[in-house]
């Protein structure tokens, strides 16, 4: 029954009002519902493969991670060093207790490219990566078994950082529990990529003269782009350089190669 003074099309708006406030309820309702299921993926996606691992077995992942960490980053400055190699080619000379490519070879282009120097890095990875991980406090100190498969993987170096994907299948075995841990990554928040290509700056530039070194280049390079360089004559025809970054840091970055000229007649 109809109140004195209230109109049909009165029922019919406040109708309409209340349908949506319900339907505004039911649609907040539903994204929180959907927030709260995001989170919950999440947490799963960004655990270790076991599901139920106690703060111990925790432990063990976050050592070995920490092995891929520490790892990841020291392959990218020792291929730097190394001229982006870790299984260095001829030509090369041995330096202290380093091998330097040849980057520039009488008048020949020889710079790796950065798939070569990525492939690399990750035979820096396969080789030093078990060794880490066997010399871990936490299998030395409490008797546990480890199995460890290959590791593969990759590197990838894009323009402001380097990123490792691995799959390195580990068992932990004692008494009465089984570990198994599988995929690891890591970030190095590293500009390997525009560091390597003052680099190829540096040999293209060498091209306009095969045999001189292009010094004002270089300087006129390093102080644009704020790093600092040395050149070292380790014999009649060959220039050691190396193009030094962060300088004033507790880890300087240090790309090193040679260039073979003709100067002894």
């Known amino acids: 029954m109809l109140k004195r003074g209230t109109s049909r099309s009165d029922i019919?708006?406040?109708?309409?009002?209340l349908s949506i406030s319900k339907r505004s309820q039911i649609s907040v309702f539903i994204v929180l519902v959907l927030v709260i299921i995001g989170i919950i993926i999440a947490m799963f996606i960004f655990k270790p493969e076991n599901k139920n691992i106690t703060p111990d077995q925790q432990n063990i992942y976050n050592s070995i991670q920490s092995c891929v960490n520490s790892v990841a980053e020291d392959s990218i400055y020792f291929a730097a060093l190394q001229g982006g190699y870790y299984d260095v080619p001829d030509p090369k000379e041995n330096y202290s207790f380093i091998q330097i490519p040849i980057y520039w070879d009488s008048g020949k282009d020889k710079v790796p490219s950065k798939e070569t120097i990525e492939l690399e890095i990750m035979k820096y990875i396969k080789d030093m990566?078990?060794?880490?991980?066997d010399n871990l406090e936490i299998f030395k100190k409490n008797g546990f078994n480890l199995d460890k498969s290959k590791i593969s993987g990759e590197v990838e170096i894009i323009d402001k950082n380097v990123n490792f994907k691995l799959k390195y299948p580990l068992t932990i075995k004692k008494e009465n529990f089984t570990l198994e841990f599988k995929d690891f990554s890591k970030t190095v928040d590293l500009n390997f990529y525009e560091r390597y290509d003052f680099v190829k700056q540096i040999i293209e530039e060498q091209k306009n003269d095969e045999n001189s070194l292009h010094l004002g280049?270089?300087?006129?390079?390093?102080?644009?782009?704020?790093?600092?360089?040395e050149t070292i004559n380790i014999n009649e025809n060959e220039v050691l350089i190396s193009l030094v970054f962060d300088k004033n840091s507790e880890k300087p970055f240090i790309y090193t190669f040679i260039n073979k000229y003709n100067w002894k007649k």
């Open 217 to 229: 280049f270089i300087t006129d390079l390093a102080y644009k782009n704020n790093f600092n360089f």
């Open 12 to 17: 019919v708006i406040k109708t309409n009002i």
């Open 129 to 133: 990566l078990p060794r880490c991980i």
